[in-house]
């Protein structure tokens, strides 16, 4: 979004809440000649820096995360304040007055009460990829090399809850001799605990496969190579995860709940035209599990199509995507002078 806003009609501003300095916040930098470290600024010294910068418009990524800077926003620095990204929710602040999202991810009507800020909802999309083609596809299916289907999530094991162990254990015990490929960025203690979850539910130490976090980028992507489908988590969706696996040619299956952080994946699956891996509950869920594991012509399919499919797409298209939002920002401005 950066790289690409219009640089004649939008001047950026970027406050920096962090100390870290590698190859991402570098690139995000070079996109951005108005760079603003903030770390080790008090919230009073912030907000007089936004005045002073005279921001017309300004954007919380961070919500209630670790690190945010949401009594900054309180203050009403800017004259129109929005929500957008680092958080899946509400901020409950009356001083941000909007939220960036899209029509799946927060459907008209049924979602607008659950937030303090007034929707806004860009046409495709409220997210976009840039897609790394260094990351190299195995254009053969695991299954052809193992004769069996393997699963995997690389989410977070706190996204992983009772129910998803109880439904992910189901479909191990129905597909005969299948595997589950998970990716722990905690301890080992935390895999112990996760093995034996599984195991509580029926299913042999065996059949899960554990992997310590990656020493770097590509050893992870590679990690995708090794798995059939990807099963998405619930009530709380992948978004990062969900792109890295359709961009490694893995088909993701999830399901469309009842709050934006429970509906992220569908919104990306629906823009790929891919509404087939979106289960509208935890037994269509299972049943679209089921269903693919056993037509390697559609895995085969999206091993080799799917990410040109996403090349192709709004999803990729950070041009398009920035135009929207920019028209946005327009269109809020005008409505409030």
Known sequence: LIKNHNKKF???????????????????????????????KSNEKVTQMIQ????????????????????????????????YLGYPNTTGLSEIDYRITDKIADPEGDADSFYS???????????????????????????????????????????????????????????????????????????TIMLKKFHDQGVNRDNIIIYNKMPNMLDHMNLYNSIDIALD??????????FEALWMGVPVITFSGTTHASRVSSSILYNLNLEILIGKDVTDYKKIAMKISNCKKFLLEMRQGLRNQMKNSHLCDGKSFASEIEAKYYDIWNKNH
């Open 52 to 83: 002073d910068d005279e921001i017309d418009i300004l954007v919380d990524l961070c919500g209630h995360s670790a690190g945010n800077r949401l009594v900054v926003f309180a203050e009403k620095p800017a004259p129109i304040q929005i929500s």
């Open 117 to 191: 800020e007034k929707l806004i909802r860009v046409p495709n999309c409220f997210l976009c990829y840039s897609g790394n083609d260094d990351f190299k596809i195995n254009n053969s299916l695991p299954l052809h090399n193992n004769n069996y289907i393997t699963f995997g999530s690389f989410n977070n094991f706190k996204k992983i809850n009772k129910k998803v162990i109880e439904v992910w254990s189901s479909i191990l015990k129905t597909i005969p001799k299948s595997r589950l490929i998970l990716k722990n960025s905690g301890t080992d203690h935390s895999s």
């Open 10 to 40: 939008v001047e950026i501003f970027c406050y920096y809440n962090n100390d870290i300095i590698d190859d991402t916040t570098t690139r995000i930098k070079s996109y951005c000649k108005n760079w603003r470290q903030i770390l080790h």
């Open 233 to 242: 988590t619930f009530p709380y969706n992948g978004a990062t995860t969900t």
